[in-house]
């Protein structure tokens, strides 16, 4: 009854423009599409596209855009060949309305099927979609590996206080660094260097590892995103949502977190559980903040051969793991790590 009445509204939309990229979405040859939202029945499905009209070309990246009057919508995609399963789109809303939304799978051909989800909106509307479209955001690139699902995505999530590329007098990147604003998955490196003993000596070493990365391997910035050392501190290296230079041949969507010291025989530095505890509570905050799947933490030696990030810090990934994964609740009555000494 209901999929009727939606297949109806489907239908009843009009042909719409085509967008600027790739190839537009159709659906019975149709683009676009409009539907209504009664208020007070989320949460609940309201809206199902069915299979697109199929779609030749290889896409990575789906693209709607359109008006969505109440901001209680979010969006689900999946395509209807392959693994990759249901993938949540980040929705970017202005005030007025106006909202594009965006979706990122393994390169491959395959039908769309699109749905919309009210979480509880508080007046009746209509929902319009302008456009939907698909394209490869790299046509060169390589196909990507499968994606895991993202979960819910939060931009209000707090990060834990992070020391900023200020306080280590960070320089200038060298070239202007690529975005990669959307990331899935973080890799745990250690430097193999200093074993730091104060905050001080970390934002020291964190600009030495800078300098080495800039000049001697001649990268256009520190290749990690994040330092975390030996009591807890976390520095900011690289920014966030700019693409790391850390796990080559995986850098895509990959969030770079490296432990200063060398966690490996015959050195055999100790994580601490301060240092634990802060990459717990900042992958509590990307797992959050962009929805990441908390498997998706690897050591740098799940990619290539290396020691990195060493025996005995590679031993605590899976607890880290349990860490990324736990409840606002948990992290809000945790100790949490004094990030300034
Ligand atoms: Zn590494």
């Known amino acids: ?67 969505m009057p109440d901001p209680s919508l979010r969006f689900a995609a999946s395509r209807q060949a392959g693994p990759a399963g249901w993938v949540e789109l980040e929705v970017h809303r202005f005030p007025n309305g106006r909202f594009w939304a965006r979706g990122r799978f393994p390169k491959r051909t395959g039908a769309l099927r699109l749905r919309a989800f009210d979480e509880g909106s508080t007046s009746d509307h209509e929902v319009t979609m302008y456009a939907v479209e698909v394209f490869a955001e790299n046509p060169d690139a390589p196909s990507l590996p499968s994606l895991p699902s993202r979960g819910p995505m939060d931009p209000g999530a707090t990060p834990p206080p992070v020391h900023g590329r200020a306080e280590w007098r960070a320089a200038p990147p060298t070239n202007p660094l690529s975005p990669d604003p959307l990331p899935w998955r973080i890799t745990l490196h250690h430097t193999g260097g200093r074993y730091t003993a104060s905050l001080a000596e970390s934002l020291e070493e964190t600009r030495f590892i800078q300098d080495f990365h800039q000049n001697g391997r001649k990268w256009s910035d520190i290749a990690y995103h994040f330092v975390v050392d030996p009591l ?18 995986n850098n895509e969507g990959n969030v770079g977190i490296v432990l200063l010291g060398t966690y490996h025989p015959p050195k055999n530095d100790q994580p601490t559980a301060a240092q634990l505890a802060s990459v717990g509570e900042l992958g509590r905050f990307l797992v959050r903040r962009f929805g990441i799947d908390p498997a998706s933490l690897k050591g740098h030696r799940d990619y290539k051969q290396t020691d990195c990030p060493g025996d005995l810090a590679y031993v605590r990934l899976a607890e880290l793991r349990g860490a990324f994964a736990g409840s606002q609740r948990a992290r809000k009555s945790a100790a949490r790590p004094s990030a300034t000494r």
């Open 1 to 67: 009854m209901k999929a009727e009445l939606l297949l109806a509204l489907l239908l009843a939309a009009p042909a719409l423009r085509a967008g600027d990229l790739g190839s537009e979405v159709t659906f019975g040859a149709r683009g676009g599409a409009r539907f209504h939202v009664n208020a007070g029945y989320g949460p609940q499905i309201v809206f199902d596209s069915g299979p697109s009209d199929p779609l030749p070309d290889a896409w990575d990246t789906l693209l709607i855009q359109g008006e």
């Open 232 to 249: 807890g501190n976390i520095i900011e290296a690289r920014p966030l949502e700019t693409l790391g230079a850390h796990t080559l041949n």
